[in-house]
């Protein structure tokens, strides 16, 4: 006999007012689920959308990156790999971390204390040797994502104040945070705005491939977005 779920009180409170079966416009949508961040702390705005990008086709994954009008709100901790007369410029550029051969064999080491690296050309021949340690974590750079640039400072600027990295898993998956339960409505929409229009610029006719599209708050329910307004 196959056990039925109990929801938890706390789920059943939030969720009443939420028709989890209908879709909602965006501005709606955002609303419902401000309206149920509930928790401590300051839950993450995420934005989840599913595509129809045809399993068979290895060409058809996605890989991009979005510059957040209002960031997402999340602290970032930058890293960056460059030539030793580089390392002043590094330090002044508001990375947390940096370093040259010696940043290298720290990650080499099993050291992954960031959450994005940023790496001069002309170190990349050193930084592919770790592709085992970076690679299953995403955090390879990549001159399509900004991350391998010879201008340090705007680079790591850039990251700061909201450039976010958009990837698609095997089965057409995407999600992203665009902002935090107490931005207020206008940024979120913003945020989510500068998402789409970046997806279509990057895959043009992509709005015709999205097969479902949710937005949640970290810890809450979802609202299912109106996909003709996606």
């Known amino acids: ?53 045809g399993k068979d086709k290895a060409d058809q994954t996605l890989r991009t990156t979005a510059d957040l009008p209002h960031g997402n709100g999340k602290k970032i901790r930058v890293a960056v790999i460059c030539p030793n007369e580089k390392i002043e410029e590094a330090k002044s550029s508001n990375a947390e971390k940096f370093g040259s051969e010696d940043l290298v064999d720290e990650i080499k080491n099993g050291k992954v204390d960031f959450d994005i690296l940023i790496c001069t050309p002309d170190m990349m021949s050193k930084v592919g040797k770790l592709g085992k340690v970076l690679g299953p974590k995403g955090l390879m750079p990549n001159p399509k994502l900004g991350t391998v640039a010879k201008d340090i400072k705007k680079a790591v600027n850039d990251i700061k104040k909201g450039k976010v990295e958009i990837r698609c898993d095997k089965d057409g998956n995407l999600s992203l945070s665009i902002g935090r339960a107490n931005f207020d409505e206008k940024k979120i929409m913003d945020n ?33 977005l109106i996909i003709k307004e996606v």
């Open 192 to 224: 989510y705005k500068c998402v789409l229009e970046t997806l279509d610029k990057d895959t043009p006719g992509i709005k015709n491939m999205i097969r479902s599209a949710h937005i949640s708050c970290s810890m809450g329910p979802s609202a299912q």
């Open 1 to 53: 006999m196959k056990k039925i779920e109990k929801k938890s009180k706390r789920y059943r409170e939030i969720v009443k007012g939420l028709d989890q079966t209908k879709s909602y416009k965006i501005n709606e949508a955002i609303k419902l689920i401000k309206e149920r961040s509930k928790v401590k702390f300051i839950e993450s705005v995420d934005l989840s959308i599913n595509l129809n990008l």
